[in-house]
């Protein structure tokens, strides 16, 4: 008889507004309730903690500065003692199934450390969100099935190179031996970088489809399309990739990382945003030498091949429709 599994789901908040309560709500009408909910408030100032009601199960830790994403879950990883951990966004609404779901999945599939959600569209389920995280040889990542309609074969269980951090379950031992979160990235492409990491380790990740979240996105960080999200996420694409890449692979496709850089930088600059893609290259440039001493100590621990690595490496340089 197997060992029942014990969960924390972990909330980072920042500014969501009624949206955590939302997001609570939903959690409430689970038909298998967590063991723990811990909400990490990263220093908000628009009140939605003091608009929620707490479920049993759950507590708030206050910091007093925004930590990011990515500091924000370090800060309550350190908290959590239970088998496994569910990240969960305040802006995605779990269907009342969908912690049964991961949890049958993590009980299946003892050797896998990695579980993503199927995200839909908050404003029209009949549109993906995404069913996993992609990493193509350039450098760029994509949600899997991001803004399309799913084709039959799409919502099946597969191995994906890692989950979207808005609704994913890990095995909390697994987060803590590769150290977590990088604190550096604060927010965007970290949980890609974390997927990474994980993989290279000798870990897998797989898809739930019937885990189901709907999600609205970017809800307190001013879109997809903001200033905000452009500079970290592609501040941090070049960080995950000089931090991860592998071998020779990085030697090989290190002239297409530069190309796509290039490229993105002339595409930004005649979109009239050059000020900002500008900030997030330099930066990213600037920070290469503390990025590379990570990268010696990730390397020296990698567990993955290099044909398992490559394996799962999406061949484009640039995302193409899928799904």
Known sequence: ??????????????????????????????????????????????????QIFLPPNATVKALRNNLGFAGGNNYGLKACRTDLVALLNPDAFPEPDWMKQLLAAAQQYPDVAAF????????????LDGTGDRYHMSGLVRREGYGRR????????????????????????????????????????????LGFRLRLAGHTARFVPKAVVHHVGSASTG????????????RNLVWAFVKNMPGFL????????????????????????????LRA???????????????????????????????????????????
């Not at 090989?252 to 990382?257: C, E, Y």
């Open 223 to 234: 879109g997809r399309h903001s200033d905000f999200a452009l500079y970290h996420g592609h």
């Open 150 to 193: 799913p084709a039959k074969n799409a919502l099946r269980p597969r191995e994906i190179f890692s989950p979207c951090a808005a609704a994913a379950l890990y095995r909390r031992k697994a987060l803590a031996d590769i150290g977590g979160f990088d604190n550096d990235f604060f927010c965007y492409v970290e949980d890609v970088d």
């Open 250 to 277: 990085f030697w090989a496709m290190l002239p297409v990382h530069v190309a796509m850089n290039l490229a993105t930088l002339l595409v930004f600059m005649l979109r009239g945003r050059y000020r900002v893609i």
């Open 116 to 127: 993503g959600s199927c995200q839909r569209c908050w404003s029209n389920p009949e549109i």
């Open 1 to 50: 008889m197997q060992v029942p599994l014990t969960v924390t789901v972990l909330i980072i908040n920042w500014n969501s507004g009624s949206q955590l309560s939302h997001c609570l709500r939903h959690l409430a009408a689970q038909t298998v309730q967590p063991t723990r909910i811990l909400i990490v408030d990263n220093g908000s100032c628009d009140h939605s903690i003091e």
């Open 281 to 323: 290259k330099r930066d990213a440039l600037r920070q290469i030498p503390r990025e590379w001493r990570k990268r010696r100590a990730i390397q020296s621990l990698r567990k993955a091949s290099i044909r398992a690595i490559w394996r799962m490496i999406d061949k484009h340089p640039i995302p193409k429709n899928r799904i």
